[in-house]
């Protein structure tokens, strides 16, 4: 402590404006990359470090050149569809949506092949198929031909004709993954000491402002087609889906987050603040704190092009809160020096409040940074981005409060607030009063709240639906719930089957059988999908995957060959036409009836299903067990040709690893508190009580959303390990007083008094403001961000009343002080 305060008698307390200059500059270097602050809301930032699933997903799209890079256009008219004026309305929309810049092309009703023609054949398939598009065709007829057709109803048209669905094509450039996988060779590279590091950062900057300039153009293209639809809601029920749309709003609701709930929790605390100490400066110097944190956390993000995420879109307000619970800790020790010593120089007080509690600030800061840091075990990359920026935020949290807050109190020393020289008990004596007088009720009242952890905790799942991220007056899940019941589902899911290797005495004579192939339905091995029984496996498949009440819509070769065969006067294909069907579709036809689902190139059969989000009892890991079970087991396919791929995996990996990974980080959190308790306060039993309030505020907000039936999610995985980084800051406060006054008279009852009454007020004030501030997020349009705000302001209220009430019941038990 000599050195300590020997640096703030040389450097900070005589030189304060020397102090707030140097720091103005570094404010200065991290404003010049402010414009490199970006969001995140791409399939990157929801996959597990290291998942597979993303490449498999890209190859899959790559092999039957398909693409989720589309917006779907629900539209509903109010008066009938199918009539010459409604469907020249929906051709109109078409139209417009069509003329955007970025749109390469759509899918809708107008442009699909109608096979309503008598006098079409598999023969004349090439000449006799009609559009609404080009050909006159009536709309009854038309109407009639779509909803007959094995491919269109629950795709592109409603199954009672009402409602129909415009898919507006957005493809990705081709250079967006070149540079794609350049960064990624490059990575592998640096890793194995073939490529520098600089090689790696350079094509990593590129990709980063390609990615920006991207997205920027469909952000663009996503309110121009929403300008549009907004001329056609005064004559049908329009709703905007898909992946880009739902990317591009989840980013306007981190933007959201980001902008306004860090404004309005900052305005939610300097009310506080003002509400509490009633001094003007006692505003400001928080207030510039805070700001000060925020400021150099964004610069440095920018100057690091790390992007903020759905999950880190809070840090803004955790910093805001972090610092704002080491300043008032300082203000109130201040304040308390005032009360003692009034004749005292601003400056002393200044000192000696800095000198005691830089100690338990330290230890409360490192604590709270290994709380977060733990989430860096999570395995979930946005999660683990979230940890390492929080324990950057805290670190700068602590440095700048006790090196500006110092400097702008040498400024402007605060007057005595007469309040506080008085020697009025303070609320917070209630819960010693109550402590002192219940003991047993405290003992047992936490022993009942543990109890029913245990019994939340086992009753908490991972599994939920993506539909109920949002708000149902957003857009997102109004347009979800019309696709899930009118148009076959939402989230996409893909099964792949690999078709099996060629044997070789087969590739040495293909005509060695006696039964002929084209015409006979024979078990020898040909080199193609497209035989009698290779199709009859997967029809297997598609009418298993079609049974399940999870999916939606599935699409396979099977429903081509369904087309096919009612083209055909409605007779299944023999084994000679079904050899032929490659030719005898039209080429401009083979992008929508074959490439989609068989790549002869790659030996893969592909079904893309769409899973219905609105089911209420969704299990994903189960329905994707019990797939490879059915195919393996059941249909015979090896599990080594069995892939699953898609948003749904991806997704489903990310929630599964939640149970694991909040194990891993409960587990580190504690076992690193109770390590640095140790260290602190050098006692084993000491340190085990202090954990105790700790655990119980855990293990309360994980109970009670067991209790409730909600499930863990991208950001309520984080407020388990949140709560004890912030939960332990009392704890380690309080317990650092005890031993402080207990030296004066050695009296744990009078003690306990007098810490309630001081340090008691400062933890008080600083859950107050917590809980307030996180209350307005509620305000969000994303529900995970609801979620987090309550049960993180609801696991302060536990932390302050177990560290109020428990904590001090247990130092009284143990008594683990010795006697001065």
């Not at 709309?139 to 009672?160: F, G, K, V, W």
């Not at 194990?663 to 084993?684: C, H, P, Y």
């Amino acid at each position: 402590m000599n050195r300590l305060g020997a640096f703030y008698d040389r450097f900070i307390l005589p030189h304060p404006w020397l102090t707030l200059f140097l720091f103005s500059v570094l404010l200065a270097l991290t404003a010049f990359r402010f414009d490199q602050f970006r969001l995140d809301a791409s399939a990157e930032s929801l996959v597990l470090e290291n998942d597979q699933s993303l490449e498999q997903y890209r190859q899959v799209n790559r092999t039957f050149t398909t693409s989720d890079d589309f917006l779907v256009v629900t539209y509903t008219p109010h008066d009938p569809l199918f009539t010459a004026e409604g469907l020249e309305r929906l051709r109109q929309l078409r139209d417009e949506l069509q003329s955007l810049e970025s749109v390469s092309s759509t899918n809708s009703i107008l442009n699909v092949p109608l096979l309503h023609s008598p006098d079409l054949t598999l023969e004349t398939v090439d000449t006799e198929i009609r559009t609404l598009d080009e050909h006159n065709v009536a709309p009854e007829i038309s109407r009639q031909a779509l909803l007959d057709s094995p491919m269109y109803p629950n795709l592109l048209i409603s199954e009672d004709g009402q409602t129909t669905a415009i898919q507006v094509n957005l493809p990705t450039p081709a250079r967006y993954f070149d540079l794609l996988n350049q960064r990624d060779e490059l990575r592998t590279q640096a890793d194995q000491g073939e490529a520098t590091e600089d090689e790696f950062n350079t094509i990593n900057a590129e990709f980063i402002r390609y990615s920006a300039q991207l997205g920027q153009e469909r952000d663009a293209t996503i309110e121009q087609a929403r300008a549009i639809l907004d001329r056609y809601r005064d004559s049908a029920s329009i709703h905007l889906g898909g992946v880009p749309m739902i990317v591009a709003d989840m980013i306007r609701f981190i933007e959201s987050d980001l902008s306004t709930f860090g404004l309005g929790v900052l305005a939610f605390l300097l009310l506080t603040l003002a509400l509490i100490f009633r001094q003007w400066r006692w505003v400001l110097v928080p207030l510039l704190c805070c700001g000060f944190t925020v400021w150099i956390m964004i610069g440095v993000l920018g100057w690091a092009q790390w992007p903020v995420t759905v999950i880190s879109s809070n840090f803004i307000s955790l910093l805001l809160i972090m610092t704002l619970s080491l300043t008032i800790h300082l203000i109130v020790r201040y304040r308390e020096f005032q009360h003692d010593e009034p004749d005292a120089a601003p400056r002393t007080t200044l000192r000696n409040t800095l000198l005691t509690m830089i100690r338990p600030c330290f230890y409360m800061a490192i604590t709270t940074i290994v709380a977060f840091g733990s989430l860096t075990f999570s395995g979930i990359r946005p999660v683990i981005d979230f940890g390492w920026m929080m324990t950057l935020g805290l670190s700068a949290a602590f440095l700048i409060t006790f090196l500006i807050f110092p400097a702008l109190l040498s400024l402007l020393p605060p007057p005595i607030d007469r309040r506080v020289s008085s020697d009025s008990v303070p609320f917070t004596d209630a819960f010693a009063r109550f402590t002192e007088r219940f003991r047993a009720t405290v003992l047992i009242s936490a022993a009942i709240i543990a109890t029913l952890c245990i019994i939340g905790l086992n009753r908490l799942t991972v599994e939920n639906s993506f539909i109920d991220y949002f708000k149902a007056s957003t857009e997102i899940h109004q347009g979800m719930i019309t696709i899930d019941d009118r148009l076959g589902g939402t989230t996409p899911l893909d099964v792949v089957i690999t078709d099996l290797p060629a044997p070789v005495t087969q590739l040495q004579d293909p005509f060695a059988s006696d039964c002929d192939p084209f015409l006979d339905d024979c078990d020898d091995y040909r080199d193609t999908w497209y035989t009698y029984q290779k199709m009859r496996q997967l029809g297997a498949v598609h009418d298993y995957l079609h049974s399940l009440p999870e999916t939606g819509k599935v699409l396979s070769i099977q429903t081509t060959l369904a087309l096919l065969a009612q083209v055909n006067g409605g007779k299944p294909l023999d084994a000679l036409e079904l050899a032929f069907v490659p030719a005898a579709v039209p080429e401009n036809l083979k992008g929508i009836l074959l490439t989609p689902y068989i790549s002869e190139e790659h030996d893969k059969a592909r079904f893309s299903i769409r899973i219905l989000e609105t089911l209420p009892d969704l299990r994903r890991q189960e329905l994707l067990d019990k797939i490879r079970h059915h195919l393996s087991t059941e249909l015979g396919y090896d599990p080594d040709r069995i892939q699953l791929s898609g948003m749904t995996v991806m997704y489903n990996n990310m929630l599964q690893s939640l149970f694991d990974s909040q194990i891993k980080t409960i587990g580190v959190v504690f076992a690193a508190i109770l390590a640095m308790f140790l260290l602190l306060f050098r006692s084993l039993k000491l340190a085990l009580v202090g954990m105790a309030p700790n655990l119980i505020a855990a293990g309360s907000v994980l109970g009670l959303m067991g209790w409730l039936g909600i499930p863990l999610d991208m950001m309520t995985i984080t407020v388990a390990a949140i709560t004890v980084g912030i939960a332990v800051d009392d704890t380690i406060h309080y317990i650092h007083r005890f031993q402080t006054e207990f030296q004066k008279d050695g009296d744990y009852i009078a003690t306990m008094h007098r810490c309630h009454r001081s340090i008691g007020k400062a933890m008080f004030y600083t859950s107050l403001t917590i809980i307030a501030g996180f209350s307005i997020l509620v305000l969000s349009n994303f529900i995970p961000t609801i979620y987090f705000g309550l049960f993180t302001g609801f696991a302060m209220f536990m932390a302050l009343l177990g560290a109020l009430t428990l904590l001090p019941r247990l130092i009284i038990m143990v008594r683990p002080f010795s006697t001065p």
